[in-house]
């Protein structure tokens, strides 16, 4: 088979070990959410971050915001739970990275190729703002295709922030009303 590219090259592996590692990592410490909360904006930043890292096993780090936006302010509080979680979301990036020869051969992957490769950092905004339990699959295409880093993580913190934004907002509104309730 000349001319057949691997799967997977030494490089690759790497890649993948270490995002699935970090995947593994966040399920361990996620249980130790309560600690984390009481850090206040930087206890939501590792929610966020660790509920973002894991690979297809989407952990509740929006509830925490919600909660929270009730005693913090919405905007920190969004800019903080964004970043941490576009920065989680680098393991999608990596795994697609690593894997970009096997990924390439599945149907869902060539959709998502499709519609990254048309709207590039745009399509992952708007991905990242939409609250989607199928975002990794958009972050394994970007890694895939080989988007630029700094552009998929400017992208997903932004949409990412935006979301949050709006959530704790949300949070906010809603325990103001249980209050009067």
């Not at 609250?131 to 998929?152: Q, S």
């Amino acid at each position: 088979m000349v001319g057949k590219k691997p799967l997977f090259t030494a490089k690759d592996a790497l890649a993948l070990a270490g995002a699935a590692c970090i995947s593994l990592l966040a399920v361990f410490l996620f249980s130790r959410v309560g600690e984390l909360r009481g850090m206040g904006y930087a206890g939501v930043f590792f929610i966020s971050l660790l509920s973002s890292a894991t690979l297809f096993m989407p952990m509740p780090g929006f509830a925490v915001v919600f909660a929270m936006g009730a005693f913090l302010n919405p905007v920190l509080l969004g800019i903080a739970a964004g970043a941490g979680s576009g920065i989680g979301e680098m393991t999608g990036y990596l795994a697609g990275y690593a894997g970009h020869n096997a990924v390439q051969r599945t149907r869902i992957f060539r959709q998502h190729r499709e519609g990254i490769g048309k709207y590039g950092p745009l399509g992952i905004f708007a991905l990242a703002f939409v609250p989607n339990p199928a975002f990794d699959i958009a972050g394994v295409a970007a890694g895939a295709i080989r988007m630029p880093l700094w552009k998929f993580l400017a992208a997903a913190i932004a949409g990412k922030t935006a979301r949050y934004i709006l959530l704790a907002y949300a949070g906010g509104i809603a325990y103001g009303f249980w209050q009067w309730g």
